[in-house]
């Protein structure tokens, strides 16, 4: 049977339709509903997989001169004063070019942006686990339920390890909504801190880790093995890379 919030709400949260009201709600209703939560990630990997395909192809230089062509013939038809006409028509021109050749040229700029982007959104939902009642789908100190809890919702292994020994005890883990797609949350605790270490599944390439702080939260972001990982915490910066590193290290 179909969870109602699958039709009423999913492709509405997806893309980013819903108000804060909704997108809260369903947000929380995320954390307990497998179906939900298997949809969501199943149309974050279509829509991974479509803009991989790269499906478009780059307008020719021959396009652009074509349409400056027929403007110039509009221009000459027209009673429009022809040399305010072609300064606007050639602002146009140079602005649509900028946009299409910037997607293309500026991958560097992209990424930073997509990273800036990313870590306040990883910010803000980390801030709101910290709420109480929101920190876990399913409590324990035990790696081993904590990881088949994961495994009976996501299409992807999470990994769970307790790391008490070194000073992160494993608190449990919960479903999370991230940029429209479920990624994983595991969660651990230090020194009266919270830690939440998110996953998801990715086609990108591993890559070394990136580091930042936002609004007096420092998070760490890797990924390795087809998963892309974000350890965030208001805990000393020294101490997220240590989790990283001990992820790292059994990932």
Same mark, same amino acid.
């Given at each position: ?17 819903l ?9 929380r ?5 497998a179906d ?29 001169r ?7 013939t ?8 022809e ?7 050639a ?18 700029l ?16 980390h ?23 994961f495994?009976?919702k ?6 769970? @390890?307790?790391?008490?020994?070194? !000073? =992160?005890?494993?608190?449990?883990? %919960?479903?999370?909504i991230? #940029?429209?797609?479920? /990624?994983?949350?595991?969660?651990y ?20 880790? @990136?580091?930042?702080?936002?609004q !007096? =939260?420092?998070?760490?972001?890797? %990924?390795?093995?087809?998963? #892309?990982f974000?350890? /965030? ?5 020294a ?13």
């Amino acid at each position: 049977m179909r969870c109602d919030f699958s039709d009423s709400l999913l492709q509405s949260y997806f893309d980013g339709e819903l108000n804060a009201f909704r997108a809260v709600e369903f947000e929380r209703h995320i954390q307990r509903c497998a179906d939900c939560a298997e949809q969501l990630v199943n149309q974050d990997l279509l829509s991974g997989t479509l803009q991989l395909a790269q499906l478009y192809e780059p307008a020719p230089a021959s396009l652009r001169r074509k349409i400056l062509v027929e403007c110039r013939t509009v221009a000459s038809t027209t009673a429009v004063s022809e040399p305010i006409l072609w300064h606007w028509l050639a602002a146009a021109a140079a602005l649509l070019l900028i946009a299409l050749m910037g997607w293309r040229v500026s991958p560097d700029l992209r990424n930073e942006d997509y990273q800036a982007e990313l870590a306040g959104e990883i910010v803000e939902v980390h801030k709101r686990s910290l709420q109480p009642g929101h920190a876990t789908g399913i409590a324990s100190n035990d790696e081993y339920p904590v990881r088949g809890w994961f495994d009976g919702k996501v299409k992807f292994p999470v990994p769970v @390890r307790d790391f008490a020994k070194e !000073g =992160f005890v494993l608190q449990g883990g %919960r479903l999370d909504i991230v #940029e429209g797609r479920s /990624v994983a949350a595991v969660v651990y605790a230090r020194n009266g801190h919270l830690l939440n270490v998110f996953v998801w599944p990715t086609r990108e390439a591993d890559i070394s880790p @990136r580091t930042g702080s936002r609004q !007096g =939260f420092h998070w760490v972001d890797w %990924r390795k093995g087809k998963l #892309e990982f974000c350890a /965030v915490s208001d805990a000393d910066p020294a101490e997220v890379e240590q989790l990283h590193q001990l992820i790292q290290s059994f990932s």
